[in-house]
């Protein structure tokens, strides 16, 4: 199935969605953990601070959503996304305890995010609208941020370069376990709103949602490195830059601008479905080698086999 393809589903996914309780220790952490590198490093650090926030947003507009599904295998889909997303918060959220420990206090921005997903986009809508449209509204929002967050992804588990500069393990199978399993996902949000978006308006809103969403999260990832620059002591006191950002881009140490830029007609297209964006078993096949998902179904097993006993 291409990216462009239509499907006449509600919901395309055919893999159990389901999270995996993993965890992470991050004591041998290096802060810059691409070594010699701590833009690229910062750069990536952002997810870390974004993604915790958004994610909690993302489950608590979707507690709303829920009641309105009339779709079985879409609302399991949907409770399968809640769960991962609620587990790839607070694994991001662990490592800023780490970043702390390290002299880079992050709290400023993230009170920043906690106001943009909690005030700016919360139950309130600032432009008066009923209820109703003002949840589309927000679907369609979550769904353009999925676009992204899928194509992060599939460029984490394509990614040679970081390996080759001896990047963290531990720092690497956090960003590959949450990619696949963005990867593995990456359709719910989209059929979501697909479903509850309605006949009318649904197409318009979708790009509405993309027009506001794309802008505004290219934004707060470079003010969010720009920030971790300016916080961590270890290094001169300077901004993330535009030079920085091509020269990691060009290097494959960091996703390319371009290429998130670049995705966005693709998803302007009205036949436009997710589906075509990454391979699901590639994905598959990295969560089966994952330590730490390994880790999580080794002590889920044992807790069956513990209640079965």
Same mark, same amino acid.
């Given at each position: 199935?291409?990216?462009?393809?239509?499907?006449?589903?509600?919901?395309?996914?055919?893999?159990?969605?389901?999270?995996?309780?993993?965890?992470?220790?991050?004591?041998?952490?290096?802060?810059?953990?691409?070594? #010699? /590198?701590? %833009?690229?490093?910062?750069?990536?650090?952002?997810?870390? @601070?974004? *993604?915790?926030?958004?994610?909690?947003?993302? +489950?608590?507009?979707?507690?709303?959503?829920?009641?309105?599904?009339?779709?079985?295998?879409?609302?399991?889909?949907?409770?399968?996304?809640?769960?991962?997303?609620?587990?790839?918060?607070?694994?991001?959220?662990?490592v800023?305890d780490?970043?702390?420990?390290?002299?880079?206090?992050?709290?400023?921005?993230?009170?920043?995010?906690?106001?943009?997903?909690?005030?700016?986009? #919360? /139950?309130? %809508?600032?432009?008066?609208?009923?209820?109703?449209?003002? @949840?589309? *509204?927000?679907?369609?929002?979550?769904?353009? +941020?999925e676009?992204?967050?899928?194509?992060?992804?599939?460029?984490?588990?394509?990614?040679?370069?970081?390996?080759?500069?001896?990047?963290?393990?531990m720092?690497?199978?956090?960003?590959?376990?949450?990619?696949?399993?963005?990867?593995?996902?990456?359709?719910?949000?989209?059929?979501?709103?697909?479903?509850?978006?309605g006949?009318?308006?649904?197409?318009?809103?979708?790009?509405?949602?993309?027009?506001?969403?794309a802008?505004?999260?290219?934004?707060?990832?470079?003010?969010?490195?720009?920030?971790?620059?300016?916080?961590?002591?270890?290094?001169?006191?300077?901004r993330?830059?535009?030079?920085?950002?091509?020269?990691?881009?060009?290097?494959?140490?960091?996703?390319s601008?371009l290429?998130?830029?670049?995705?966005i007609?693709?998803?302007?297209?009205?036949?436009?479905?997710?589906?075509?964006?990454a391979s699901?078993?590639?994905?598959?096949?990295?969560?089966?080698?994952?330590?730490?998902?390994?880790?999580?179904?080794?002590r889920?097993?044992?807790?069956?086999d513990?209640?079965s006993?």
């Amino acid at each position: 199935m291409t990216a462009e393809t239509s499907v006449s589903a509600i919901s395309v996914s055919d893999t159990p969605i389901r999270p995996r309780r993993v965890a992470f220790d991050w004591e041998n952490t290096p802060v810059h953990w691409i070594p #010699g /590198d701590a %833009p690229s490093t910062h750069l990536i650090n952002v997810l870390h @601070l974004l *993604l915790p926030a958004g994610e909690k947003w993302f +489950v608590h507009v979707y507690k709303q959503a829920l009641p309105l599904i009339t779709d079985d295998k879409l609302r399991e889909d949907v409770r399968g996304f809640m769960g991962q997303e609620s587990v790839h918060s607070y694994s991001h959220a662990a490592v800023l305890d780490h970043l702390r420990d390290q002299g880079i206090d992050t709290r400023g921005y993230t009170k920043r995010l906690d106001w943009f997903f909690f005030d700016f986009l #919360g /139950d309130k %809508p600032l432009i008066p609208m009923p209820a109703l449209e003002w @949840l589309k *509204l927000r679907l369609s929002i979550i769904a353009a +941020v999925e676009h992204f967050t899928a194509l992060l992804g599939k460029w984490v588990l394509d990614n040679e370069e970081l390996d080759i500069l001896g990047a963290d393990p531990m720092m690497m199978d956090l960003l590959r376990w949450h990619g696949a399993e963005e990867v593995e996902h990456r359709s719910v949000a989209f059929d979501l709103y697909q479903h509850l978006g309605g006949t009318w308006g649904r197409y318009p809103r979708r790009v509405e949602g993309m027009v506001f969403t794309a802008p505004a999260l290219l934004g707060l990832w470079q003010i969010g490195a720009s920030y971790l620059m300016r916080h961590d002591p270890s290094i001169p006191d300077r901004r993330y830059t535009f030079r920085d950002m091509r020269r990691a881009a060009r290097q494959d140490r960091v996703p390319s601008y371009l290429m998130l830029i670049g995705a966005i007609p693709r998803y302007f297209k009205p036949s436009y479905h997710p589906e075509g964006e990454a391979s699901t078993q590639k994905a598959i096949d990295y969560l089966a080698t994952s330590p730490a998902a390994l880790e999580a179904e080794r002590r889920a097993a044992a807790r069956r086999d513990k209640l079965s006993a």
